[in-house]
């Protein structure tokens, strides 16, 4: 027996795509949900088709969140407040998502998860583990998040992340007249270090030096860009310092 079924006189559109009210065929029961249960005749969020939200096991889409596109809802996990799932993201096992956070590209999440606040994940990110992310933070590109982790803040955890535990990485705020951030991560190479800031996506810290004495050569008439590049290459020696302190501690 289906456990929900799609109520198409109750839709909404979304950047020209219909979405429609799921209703509940039966009671059960999902400990992620505030009220722990679904009773038969509930409604729920939205779906674009049933491809969204698995049949079986207790997952479920509530309040105003949306899944659309090819993304996929399995097993116990839960959509709620006004969180959106979309394009080929996959969310299984017990992950919860929730507030304003918004998943798509081909993420993969898996584990027992939270994730709230304004938090984006997209690409080819792919968590897993037990983890509890929020805030603004953003992961992306080919990202690796997955052991023990919470993730709060404004981190930038791009390409060739590999995060295994809040030591991992590290994000600095408030730079130069933009007020950009700045964000270093480990790698699934033992000694390379890597970052995210403006353009740099994944880049590592010697190939950002480089970049830096580009900037320096060409800045030697222009005080507050080479200020501002002397600034960042001092981050870059306090990130090192960071990583390698953590390194020790493990």
Same mark, same amino acid.
């Given at each position: 027996?289906?456990?929900?079924?799609?109520?198409?006189?109750?839709?909404?559109?979304?950047?020209?795509?219909?979405?429609?009210?799921?209703?509940?065929?039966?009671?059960?029961?999902?400990?992620?949900?505030?009220?722990?249960?679904?009773?038969?005749?509930?409604?729920?969020?939205?779906?674009?088709?049933?491809?969204?939200?698995?049949?079986?096991?207790?997952? *479920?889409?509530?309040?105003?969140?949306?899944?659309?596109?090819?993304?996929?809802?399995?097993?116990?996990?839960?959509?709620?407040?006004?969180?959106?799932?979309?394009?080929?993201?996959?969310?299984?096992?017990?992950?919860?998502?929730?507030?304003?956070?918004?998943? *798509?590209?081909?993420?993969?999440?898996?584990?027992?998860?939270?994730?709230?606040?304004?938090?984006?994940?997209?690409?080819?990110?792919?968590?897993?583990?037990?983890?509890?992310?929020?805030?603004?933070?953003?992961?992306?590109?080919?990202?690796?998040?997955?052991?023990?982790?919470?993730?709060?803040?404004?981190?930038?955890?791009?390409?060739?992340?590999?995060?295994?535990?809040?030591?991992?990485?590290?994000?600095?705020?408030?730079?130069?007249?933009?007020?950009?951030?700045?964000?270093?991560?480990?790698?699934?190479?033992?000694?390379?270090?890597?970052?995210?800031? *403006?353009?740099?996506?994944?880049?590592?810290?010697?190939?950002?030096?480089?970049?830096?004495?580009?900037?320096?050569?060409?800045?030697?008439?222009?005080?507050?860009?080479?200020?501002?590049?002397?600034?960042?290459?001092?981050?870059?020696?306090?990130?090192?310092?960071?990583?390698?302190?953590?390194?020790?501690?493990?």
């Amino acid at each position: 027996m289906k456990k929900y079924e799609i109520v198409k006189d109750n839709f909404k559109e979304v950047d020209g795509v219909k979405v429609y009210r799921i209703r509940a065929l039966k009671d059960f029961q999902n400990d992620l949900l505030r009220n722990k249960k679904i009773k038969k005749g509930d409604l729920g969020g939205y779906i674009e088709s049933e491809k969204n939200l698995s049949q079986e096991g207790n997952c *479920w889409i509530a309040d105003n969140a949306i899944v659309r596109d090819n993304a996929t809802i399995k097993d116990n996990s839960v959509i709620l407040d006004n969180a959106t799932v979309s394009e080929y993201a996959a969310i299984s096992e017990n992950t919860t998502i929730f507030e304003y956070a918004k998943i *798509w590209g081909s993420a993969k999440i898996h584990g027992q998860i939270l994730i709230g606040g304004h938090a984006k994940i997209y690409d080819h990110a792919n968590l897993h583990g037990k983890l509890c992310i929020g805030d603004h933070v953003n992961i992306f590109g080919n990202a690796n998040v997955h052991g023990l982790v919470v993730l709060a803040g404004a981190h930038f955890i791009g390409n060739n992340a590999d995060i295994k535990e809040m030591g991992d990485v590290m994000t600095i705020l408030g730079l130069d007249t933009a007020y950009d951030n700045i964000t270093f991560y480990r790698t699934k190479s033992e000694t390379e270090i890597s970052l995210v800031y *403006w353009k740099f996506n994944g880049i590592t810290i010697d190939e950002f030096r480089k970049e830096l004495a580009v900037v320096h050569y060409n800045a030697v008439q222009n005080m507050e860009s080479l200020h501002y590049a002397r600034e960042l290459d001092k981050i870059c020696d306090l990130a090192e310092y960071h990583f390698q302190k953590e390194t020790v501690n493990h």
